[in-house]
């Protein structure tokens, strides 16, 4: 498998398969600024973000789970078409799956680029009964862009939860922030789904924290002091902001390495609420960028 999407996509050094963890494919992408990530077909899973001047930027756990059915613990899970718990399993099913390579290239801009698809079958019909096509496409370049498009492909309307899952490498839970959702109202999932309006200019984590921001800006920003080192998350026509850490509760988790919560943060971008629409042949498209600074 490897050896086939090498001939048919690897670029010199800027787009290379390999054989991953547990046998999984995965493939490096290169920049010429020294950048470069990792992901695996099995979710279109990005599993490494390194820039030369900072090292690696996402958070896995040392317990990740290659095993099939089983979500990647950390990098940044694709979920969809559902958030969280609900009819579906939790976070939907699309990082559960092999997603297909359809495209890679370098850009004129030199951004390095690999495109991934998710079409529907008979496996994902059983559950969830809607014909639909998920393009991912992830950009390198000193920024890491992802961009999608879901395109309605049934000819009954189409009604779906997605996002993007980061997790952030940080120095400690307890020295980092997030700025920029000052007095928007959040979802405070340890709190009995309480719906609140944040105080703070600064959201600090001192316990498990888990809120579902609305409609919120599209820049926020991770601030981690003790690596010198912050990130902008921008998002395009991603309605929420999603701040998540475990906490102790990551002991219960058997793919979190001991104290792995101390090292993470998930900073996600995604439409929860409301649900997004499409009727058929319609396309919704959507996009991240992750920006790290001194
Ligand atoms: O994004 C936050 C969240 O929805 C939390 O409620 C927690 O469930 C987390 O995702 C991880 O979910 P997972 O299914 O990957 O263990």
Not at 85 to 106: C, D, K, M, T, Y
Not at 156 to 182: M, R
Not at 183 to 198: A, F, P, Q, S
Request: aromatic residues 10%.
């Amino acid at each position: 498998m490897k050896d086939k999407l090498n001939s048919s996509y690897s670029i010199d050094n800027a787009v290379i398969f390999e054989v991953g963890n547990n046998d999984f494919v995965k493939f490096k992408l290169n920049h010429h600024s020294g950048s470069s990530c990792e992901a695996y077909l099995y979710g279109a899973h990005i599993t490494s973000w390194i820039v030369p001047e900072f090292g690696e930027l996402l958070f896995m756990s040392n317990k990740a789970e290659f095993q099939d059915g089983k979500a990647i613990r950390g990098g940044i899970p694709v979920i969809f078409p559902q958030f969280g718990g609900g009819e579906l399993p939790s976070h939907g099913f699309a990082r559960n799956r092999e997603w297909q390579v359809v495209e890679s290239g370098i850009k004129e801009n030199k951004d390095v680029f690999m495109a991934l698809e998710l079409e529907h079958n008979a496996d994902t019909h059983a559950i969830w009964p809607y014909k639909f096509k998920f393009r991912l496409e992830i950009n390198l370049s000193e920024k890491l862009c992802i961009r999608i498009n879901i395109k309605n492909i049934d000819d009954k309307q189409l009604s779906f939860q997605q996002a993007l899952h980061t997790y952030f490498k940080i120095s400690d839970i307890s020295d980092v922030s997030v700025s920029g959702l000052k007095d928007i109202r959040y979802i405070d999932k340890v709190n009995n789904n309480n719906e609140v309006t944040e105080q703070q200019s600064e959201v600090k984590f001192t316990t498990a924290f888990d809120r579902v921001y609305l409609s919120t800006p599209d820049t926020v920003r991770l601030d981690d002091p003790g690596l010198n080192r912050k990130f902008i998350v921008q998002k395009q026509n991603m309605a929420d902001s999603i701040l998540w850490n475990p906490w102790e509760s990551s002991k219960n988790m058997k793919d979190m390495h001991e104290n792995a919560y101390q090292e993470m943060i998930c900073v996600e971008c995604g439409n929860v609420v409301p649900k997004v629409e499409l009727k058929p042949g319609e396309n919704f498209s959507a996009e991240q960028q992750l920006i790290v600074q001194k």
